[in-house]
Structure formats: structure tokens, C-alpha cells
């Protein structure tokens, strides 16, 4: 996608490493092109019209909230990397979206309880993120915000209609509750990147997101009559997405993803 | 489910009024005596119209996943996505004569509603996203423009509203293929595969030809549709042919020539036979198209029984408030 | 007769006797395109509660910007003139000039009136 070139952004402060910078943009870019593709595979497949046309838009959001994030991390990088060429050229360890978005849609429940638990994390990053110094960064999560935004009042009022909706409903969106929660831990266990952004002004404290991400969730999970399992999170035995180990699923993912832009080195689409 | 219905005998002095209504141009609304078989059409060609946008939804839902950039991702999926919302204009558009959404879309489950059957053949590469673009929405767009002035109002309505969004989808639809025409020798190669197989199939999307089509002349007198299939069908190929020579692409007829008289593009013989067996439900994906649609709407039968027992939960709980 | 709009007035109705595949009850959606310009009427959908069809408004009719507010009614909420009545209800109407301004003479020459 070629808007006007963007001017290479360099790190406002000095002491930030670019690579780090580089990978903290990849991380927020990679969350949103992973989680867009999954959601991207209902549309022709949701359970009622309306619902195709509603998750259609959330994936729409989320594709463009990437495309954005991932030129501007190419531009970060300075190697004459764009958008492209960052999602379809690289391999699976190269990727550092959290594990959470890469795995498969499975059922609407599953799909519903994903994009929740992401949706509230996105609105708690995004609003922390538009107080950046990193201008284009703060430009790009104020745009984004009021999408999530929305994206979390479709998905809440989802929770509250499965889970307190029938017996089916409940028990698949408990099932999904359940495998999913292991996969949150990842989202707020801040490495060196997260520290290197915070020192610079750049991101947020990504530690103290998580009260108030976790009082969110709590308030919507418990008003739909579901309950938090008592899981570890899975991080603190992994390394996670965020440096690039994955689950099995993101290969496979990718592999449907970029078959022909890979097939057509050099090629214009 | 069946409901029965009341089967008005058509008042004569009402059929009389009717008629003279259609011969003036008025538009009919929902709340108009209109004679029963009027109302049958209508069921019958935008429930089929509605049909073919949802089941159109797949041999291009097909390589979202796949495609080749972030932008023409997008852009499909926002095409597919306006499909979705095409249909539920059309159904809705149908509700107003009496019949349920959930009816038509039984109906079509059940295999005895019709479609296009343009969605019966396969998407097999990229290029058939820009030609399924540039042919079966060109052809698409030549037939709604016509229905945007068809007599029955909230058909004619959705219509109008189809038609401003159907805009950029045969653009995209054309960059794709001017992209790939003017790309390597392997896009190149794709693209003039993609025209090949897409041709034949999408002229036969304007329907029988005016000879074989048993409810034309009571539509056009109806101002259902405006024009006939073969006048259409005329339209689409002329605006087509100068497209194609533009990005030096090749339609796959042998017999096309320019008659200079009559200023049309004169192509050769359409396989009907063909035509006849897709409709039949012997095309190569028919059975796909239907059992994708049975699998989205069983799938998502939880999901409505729970949204609806919710809502129920929560209007007994105000209510008791 | 008064009645609904045109012919799902019973849609609702139905719900409750479609066993596990209930179709959810209609909704007319009513778009403003831009601050001080009128409601219009842009078209239906369905949904099971208010908050969930002014949502779905949001996604099927908003998807492409425009819009500026939105309402969301059941169709069965809206009461309709009968066709039958357009001749009571609307002729009328249209053979009293003295309500438009063109009716009245003003003298040459005065303005403001």
C-alpha cells in the first residue's frame, strides 16, 4: 500500500535502541495482522448476517491498525522493509505477536471469548500508548482506540449473551474461558523491549495495565455468569510470542497466508 | 416451517387499477393491493438475488486468507463483507412482502431456491479475484442499475443503495487484473487463465436467453425488470470487450466480430447445455456452495437460540422490575 | 385500519414458535447523515434486543461513514397509513393554497415579508 512515504522515525530518544523500538512496533503490528486474519476467516461463515457483517468490520479494523503499525516499524528499521514485505516475508520466529491471536477461531464462543479478552487489552494499551512521545505511534493509537472501543462493546455484550444466553451457550464460552486464560499472562509480563519504551516515554508501564485490564474482564465475565479458572499463566514457563516462540497453529496460518505473495518473488500485486 | 396463506383471488377492478398504476410508473409499496402473482415474482427473483449475494460470498471468501498483499486483503474482505450486507438488504427487501428471513433461507438450504450460478464454478487463483470482479460484477452491476428502477420500491430501494456501494467493486476488481495483465509472465499467464474459464459462465449470469425465458415478458410488463436478458446480456459485452483490449487480455471467442450496424459486439454460441446443468445442481461446486451454507447455519444455530434467550431473560427481568 | 408497516407484523410473534432456530425480530434503522439533517429511513435488520440492532446498524448501514446518528425501531412499533386512506388522510391537504405564502399579495416594492 503506497500512501505518501512516510519520513524514517527515528527514536526520540537516544538511548533507546532502534532494534528495540523495531520490535516493540512488530509486536503491536503482528498482534492486529494475526488476530484480523483469524477473524478475517468467519466472513462467509458466521452464524447470522449480521454477525458476518459485524466481524468483518473488526477484522477490517484490525488490518488497517497493522498495515499502519508495521510501516511505521519498517520505517523504524530503516532496511527499506514496508507492510508488506513484513508480513509476508518472514518466517514464523520472526513474528511477535502474542500466542493468545494465533490460535485457531474455533467456535464463535471461542472466537467471542478471544477477541474480548484482546479487545479490553487493546483498549488499555491503545489509551496508554496515545500519551506516547512517539508521535506517529500516539497518532496511530488514538485512531485505533475508538475502534477498540467499539470492538469491546460488541464483544462484551457477546459474553453476556453466551454466557448467560442457553446451556450451550454458557458451556462452550466457560470451555473457551478456560483454554484461553493461560494465554493472557503473556500480555502484561514486560521484558527489556517494554522496559526499554517505558524509560524512553515511548510505551507504557505494561505491569500496571493489567489491574485494570483484570477488573475489566472480571466485571463482564462475572455479569455473564461465567467464572476465571485459577490456571498459571502459561508465560512463566514459556518464552512467548513476543520473542518469537509460538504455538504450531501460527506456521500453518502463515503458510496460507503468504503461499502467493512467496510464490511470486519480486512480484507486484 | 409453513405458514398457509390466504390466496387473494385478484379483484379485477383491483388487477385493473394495479396495471394502470405500472403503465404510470408508480412505484409499489409494501402496503398496495398488488395481485398475488405479482408478489410471487417478487418472492421468488429477490429471494434468488439475495441467494446469489450470500452464496457469492464463498468462491471469493475463498482466498482472503491468500491474498497477496495487506491491501488487497482488505479490499476483499471489504468486498465480501458488502456481499453479506447486499443480501440482508435484499431479504429484508423481502420481508416486506410477507415472507421471513428464515423461510428464504431454508428454501435455500434445502436446494429449492435457485442462485446464480456463476457461484457454482471455482476460485482456483488469484486472478479470479480481479476477474470475478471486473466480469461477474460488471454483469452484476448492468443488471442491478436496471433493477434500481424496478416498480417495486424496497427492491428498487435496496438496489439504489447496492449499486452506489457496487462501485469500487469491479474497479478493484479490474486493478487486480490490469495488474497481474501488465505483471510477470507467470501473472500474466494466471490472468489470461482466470478470463479463459470466466467468460462462458458469466454471460450465461443474465439468464436464458429471451426465447427460453419463461417469466420475462410478465416482469417487463410488471416493470420488475426494465429490460431483457439478451438486451443485458448485449450491454455487458460490449462495455467488456473494449476493457480487455485495453489490457491486452483475449476473450475466449473465436467468433467475436464488430458489427458496425448495429454497433454490438455479436458473440458466439452459448452452451445452454451447460447452463442448464449447473442450474440442475451439477455444476462443479454446487454441493460445496450448499453444504459451506448448512455448515455456517447449523453451526450458528446456538448462537442465535442464545442471543434470543438472553434478550428473552432480560425483557422478563425489566419487565418484572 | 391501522396496522404495521407492511407485512412481518408478525414476525415477532413467531419467534417464540420456531423451536432452537428462532428468527430474530425486525428492526427499522433510521440513519442522520449529518448534524441538524433529518432521520431517514435506511433500510432493516435483525436483532435480538436494542443495544444488539443499533449495533448491527452501526456494521450494516454506518460501515461507510456518513453518518452521524443513528435510531433503531422494531418494525411492529410503527403504525402505517393504509393505502385505502391515502384519499382521506392526504387530498385534503392538497387543495389548501392558503397555506403556502404564494397565496398573499404584498405590495411592489415592500420587502422582508
Redesign the interface.
Known amino acids: 500500500?503506497s500512501g505518501p512515504a512516510a519520513p524514517p522515525s527515528v527514536a526520540p530518544v537516544p538511548a533507546v535502541p532502534t532494534n528495540a523500538l523495531v520490535e516493540y512496533l512488530l509486536r503491536l503490528g503482528d498482534d492486529r495482522?494475526v488476530l484480523g486474519?483469524r477473524v478475517?476467516?468467519w466472513?462467509?461463515?458466521?452464524?447470522?448476517?449480521?454477525?458476518?457483517?459485524?466481524l468483518?468490520?473488526v477484522?477490517?479494523d484490525l488490518?488497517?491498525q497493522?498495515?499502519m503499525l508495521?510501516r511505521l516499524a519498517g520505517d523504524a528499521e530503516g532496511r527499506g522493509r514496508n507492510?508488506?514485505a513484513l508480513?509476508?516475508f518472514r518466517e514464523v520466529v520472526e513474528f511477535r505477536n502474542c500466542q493468545l491471536v494465533e490460535l485457531p477461531k474455533g467456535?464463535?464462543a471461542f472466537t467471542i471469548a478471544r477477541q474480548f479478552l484482546f479487545d479490553v487489552y487493546a483498549v488499555v494499551m491503545l489509551d496508554a500508548l496515545t500519551g506516547s512521545i512517539h508521535g506517529e505511534l500516539a497518532a496511530i493509537a488514538a485512531k485505533s482506540l475508538k475502534e477498540a472501543k467499539?470492538h469491546v462493546?460488541?464483544s462484551g455484550?457477546w459474553m453476556?449473551?453466551?454466557g448467560?444466553?442457553?446451556d450451550?451457550?454458557h458451556r462452550?464460552v466457560q470451555k473457551a474461558i478456560d483454554d484461553l486464560w493461560r494465554f493472557t499472562g503473556e500480555l502484561f509480563a514486560p521484558d527489556d523491549v517494554d522496559r526499554a519504551m517505558q524509560a524512553a516515554g515511548i510505551g507504557p508501564d505494561l505491569a500496571a495495565l493489567r489491574p485494570t485490564w483484570e477488573s475489566l474482564v472480571r466485571d463482564v465475565v462475572s455479569r455473564a455468569t461465567l467464572t476465571i479458572p485459577n490456571d498459571l499463566p502459561r508465560v512463566a514457563s514459556t518464552r512467548g510470542g513476543r520473542t518469537g516462540s509460538h504455538t504450531e497453529y501460527l506456521g500453518h496460518m502463515l503458510a496460507?497466508?503468504q503461499?502467493?505473495?512467496r510464490s511470486?518473488p519480486?512480484?507486484?500485486? | 416451517m409453513t405458514q398457509t396463506r390466504t390466496v387473494p383471488a385478484d379483484d379485477p377492478t383491483k388487477s385493473a387499477a394495479f396495471e394502470a398504476r405500472i403503465a404510470a410508473g408508480e412505484s409499489i409499496e409494501p402496503k398496495d393491493w398488488m395481485p398475488e402473482k405479482y408478489r410471487r415474482q417478487l418472492v421468488r427473483m429477490m429471494s434468488q438475488h439475495a441467494h446469489s449475494e450470500i452464496v457469492g460470498m464463498l468462491p471469493e471468501a475463498n482466498w482472503i486468507t491468500r491474498a497477496p498483499s495487506l491491501r488487497r486483503k482488505i479490499s476483499l474482505i471489504a468486498k465480501v463483507q458488502d456481499e453479506a450486507g447486499h443480501g440482508l438488504y435484499i431479504y429484508c427487501g423481502t420481508e416486506t412482502l410477507g415472507v421471513d428471513r428464515s423461510e428464504l433461507i431454508q428454501q435455500l438450504l434445502d436446494g429449492t431456491a435457485k442462485y446464480s450460478s456463476i457461484f457454482n464454478y471455482p476460485t482456483l487463483s488469484w486472478a479470479d479475484m480481479g476477474v470475478i470482479g471486473w466480469f461477474v460484477d460488471g454483469a452484476a452491476i448492468v443488471n442491478q442499475t436496471v433493477l434500481a428502477k424496478a416498480s417495486y420500491g424496497p427492491y428498487a430501494r435496496a438496489m439504489i443503495r447496492v449499486c452506489k456501494e457496487e462501485n469500487f467493486h469491479k474497479r478493484q476488481g479490474y486493478e487486480i487484473v490490469a495488474t497481474l495483465a501488465n505483471g510477470t509472465p507467470a501473472q500474466r499467464a494466471m490472468v489470461q487463465d482466470a478470463v479463459n474459464r470466466w467468460w462462458w459462465p458469466s454471460l450465461m449470469m443474465f439468464g436464458p436467453s429471451d426465447t427460453d425465458s419463461p417469466n420475462t415478458a410478465e416482469l417487463i410488463r410488471w416493470k420488475v425488470k426494465r429490460k431483457t436478458n439478451d438486451e443485458l446480456r448485449q450491454r455487458f459485452v460490449n462495455l467488456t470487450v473494449p476493457q480487455a483490449t485495453a489490457v491486452n487480455l483475449t476473450l475466449p471467442d473465436p467468433d467475436m466480430t464488430y458489427n458496425a450496424e448495429s454497433e454490438n459486439w455479436e458473440f458466439g454460441a452459448i452452451d445452454w447445455e451447460e447452463f442448464h446443468q449447473v442450474i440442475r445442481g451439477n455444476g462443479p461446486c454446487n454441493r460445496e456452495r450448499l453444504d459451506a451454507r448448512r455448515l455456517a447455519h447449523d453451526e450458528g444455530a446456538w448462537v442465535r437460540a442464545a442471543a434470543a434467550a438472553y434478550a428473552a431473560r432480560q425483557r422478563t427481568a425489566s419487565e418484572a422490575a | 385500519m391501522a396496522s404495521s408497516v407492511d407485512g412481518r407484523q408478525f414476525v415477532g410473534d413467531q419467534a417464540a414458535t420456531i423451536p432452537g432456530d428462532a428468527q430474530w425480530p425486525v428492526w427499522e434503522v433510521f440513519t442522520q447523515g449529518a448534524q441538524g439533517a433529518p432521520h431517514e429511513h435506511a433500510g432493516s435488520l435483525h436483532a435480538v434486543n436494542a443495544e444488539q440492532a443499533l449495533q448491527n446498524a452501526r456494521d450494516v448501514y454506518a460501515r461507510r461513514g456518513g453518518v452521524v446518528s443513528l435510531w433503531v425501531i422494531p418494525t411492529g412499533a410503527i403504525t402505517a397509513s393504509s393505502p385505502s386512506d391515502s384519499g382521506p388522510l392526504f387530498d385534503p391537504g392538497s387543495d389548501k393554497p392558503y397555506r403556502h405564502p404564494q397565496f398573499y399579495n404584498v405590495p411592489r416594492g415592500v420587502r422582508g415579508v
Open positions: 500500500m495482522l486474519h478475517s476467516e466472513c462467509g461463515h458466521g452464524p447470522i448476517l449480521e454477525e458476518d457483517i459485524a468483518s468490520n477484522s477490517l488490518l488497517g497493522a498495515t508495521l507492510e508488506d508480513a509476508y467456535d464463535f467499539y462493546r460488541h455484550e453476556l449473551r453466551l448467560d444466553g442457553t450451550e451457550s462452550r496460507e497466508m503461499i502467493i505473495a511470486h519480486g512480484a507486484t500485486w
